[in-house]
């Protein structure tokens, strides 16, 4: 049993959470089925639904893994072993919301930003476009993936 639930909203997909929530819990592993870049560039709306695991390759989310949003300032982050944990206290009805940069860096997708958070960088792109300070908590909860991990070794 999750302890969350996608809800539609005016035509978009969300997941709550069905109670509060400690920080640092395990919420679920995301799942999906390989995809390489080139085939991802052929989804149109759904390239979103493709999360990047490393240079190359790509894992085309299963349902309900897809309908996490995007957030600047998330409450959640995804593990290295794709395991989706939460950064902060959740409260209940809380959207669930993990950001979509601590698993890009393929100089090609970025995404218009609404998610009104004070911090918000209106588009969202790769990991390296994020301020410096952003990508130390990231990479301090341990919530970015390891080709990204591995890069950022070698740049600084
Ligand atoms: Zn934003």
Not at 24 to 33: D, H, I, M, P, V
Request: net charge positive.
């Amino acid at each position: 049993m999750f302890q969350f639930e996608v809800i539609e909203n005016r035509g978009e997909r969300l997941v709550k959470a069905l109670s509060a929530i400690e920080a640092g819990r395990e919420l679920c592993t995301f799942s999906g089925k390989p995809v390489y870049f080139e085939e991802t560039l052929k989804l149109g709306t759904k390239e979103s639904f493709a999360f990047q695991v490393s240079h190359e390759l790509y894992i085309y989310l299963d349902e309900p893994y897809r309908y996490f949003n995007h957030s600047c300032d998330p409450n959640c982050g995804v593990t290295p072993e794709l395991k989706l944990v939460t950064l902060k206290p959740i409260q209940k009805n809380e959207e669930l919301r993990w950001d979509y940069s601590t698993s890009m860096l393929e100089h090609h997708w970025t995404m218009k930003c609404k998610c009104r958070k004070e911090n918000c960088r209106k588009v969202v792109g790769d990991f390296i476009t994020l301020p410096k300070k952003q990508q130390q908590y990231y990479l301090e909860n341990n919530v970015v993936q390891k080709f990204i991990v591995n890069m950022v070794k070698k740049r600084y």
